[in-house]
């Protein structure tokens, strides 16, 4: 709830203000919740990916432990974050363009009665902001997994110059494309789109349940009396557990198909030539059977929680403090 003191935008409507303050926004709060998570996120990747060097830990309970300390030991704290930058520069973009996208997407479903609003809106208009922003993104997320997968035997670490031209120039044999960098595109909006309807979706009943006129008193600030339901301020514990239910949540129902395009996006780095979306699927059945599609899960979870968590959680409170909440 925006007040006579905070950075407002003035007499304009949600409707003629520039949605780039909401881009700012967004991107802040994408960029804190990598940053937070960032050395977990390399070891899923390469946990993901079946590394011949790190394989052997994702059997292990405390395997991302183990990791991190073999990463820490041979490169110190730039190897936890190696890749980070190429992180940050793609997630500022689509954590900013995804937050707006489901506000714009939300805002056509429903129309001008939110009251009606339904589980699958938010299902829908997520599931659509994941896609938007994924498709504009993805060729740095692809650069992103690439540097991540770069481990200890590599002497200097490659630069994103070096990671695009390799990127560009394809397997041996092939002609330049700027298709190669949707390589993996395929199965990533396959997952992407449930992986964010759901998170958004999850996000926003637990919103709505901890607003509730039978708890709000305590898991809601002290709001001004004309504050509507949809806008009322949630204490930071429950935003914060709202976040990182929505992110378990989602975690675990698309968890799959995230194995499956991480796979395919080094496909051709381990050597594999054939990298349909099914012929991975096989071949991850064939090497661990079902367990193989939820390698590197714990650390997922270890990851995802305080990742959602944070995001939705900047992202309410700079909109806040920017005075963009109504």
């Not at 349940?209 to 949809?230: G, H, N, W």
Request: proline share 4%.
């Amino acid at each position: 709830m925006a007040n006579d003191n905070d950075h407002s935008t003035g007499d304009e409507s949600p409707e003629s203000r520039s949605p780039i303050w909401d881009v700012i926004a967004g991107g802040i709060a994408g960029s804190a919740a990598k940053t937070v998570v960032a050395p977990l996120d390399r070891v899923r990747i390469l946990f993901q990916t079946s590394h011949a060097q790190f394989s052997h830990h994702s059997d292990h309970w405390d395997g991302w432990l183990r990791a991190v300390r073999e990463i820490y030991q041979s490169q110190g704290l730039a190897g936890l974050y190696k890749g980070h930058l190429a992180t940050l520069a793609r997630n500022f973009p689509y954590s900013g363009l995804n937050f707006v996208a489901y506000e714009k997407y939300r805002a056509a479903i429903i129309g001008t009665s939110p009251e009606r609003e339904a589980p699958w809106h938010r299902l829908l208009s997520g599931g659509l902001a994941g896609a938007t922003s994924t498709s504009v993104t993805y060729p740095l997320e692809l650069i992103r997994i690439r540097l991540a997968y770069e481990t200890l035997e590599k002497s200097r670490a490659s630069s994103w110059a070096e990671v695009s031209r390799i990127i560009y120039q394809g397997k041996k044999g092939d002609r330049g494309s700027l298709l190669h960098f949707y390589r993996g595109f395929a199965p990533t909006i396959v997952g992407i789109f449930p992986y964010a309807g759901i998170s958004f979706g999850a996000h926003g009943t637990m919103q709505d349940l901890f607003r509730s006129p039978s708890i709000a008193r305590y898991t809601t600030t002290p709001s001004q009396p004309e504050s509507s339901l949809d806008t009322m301020e949630l204490r930071a514990w429950a935003q914060l557990l709202c976040g990182a239910t929505a992110g378990i949540i989602s975690q675990t129902a698309t968890y799959p198909l995230e194995i499956i395009r991480r796979r395919v996006q080094v496909a051709d780095l381990a050597g594999v030539t054939n990298a349909s979306i099914t012929d991975t699927a096989r071949r991850i059945f064939i090497e661990k059977g079902l367990r193989g599609f939820y390698v590197g899960l714990s650390v997922g979870y270890i990851k995802i929680a305080p990742m959602t968590a944070t995001s939705f959680y900047v992202y309410d409170r700079m909109r806040r403090y920017m005075g963009l909440v109504e």
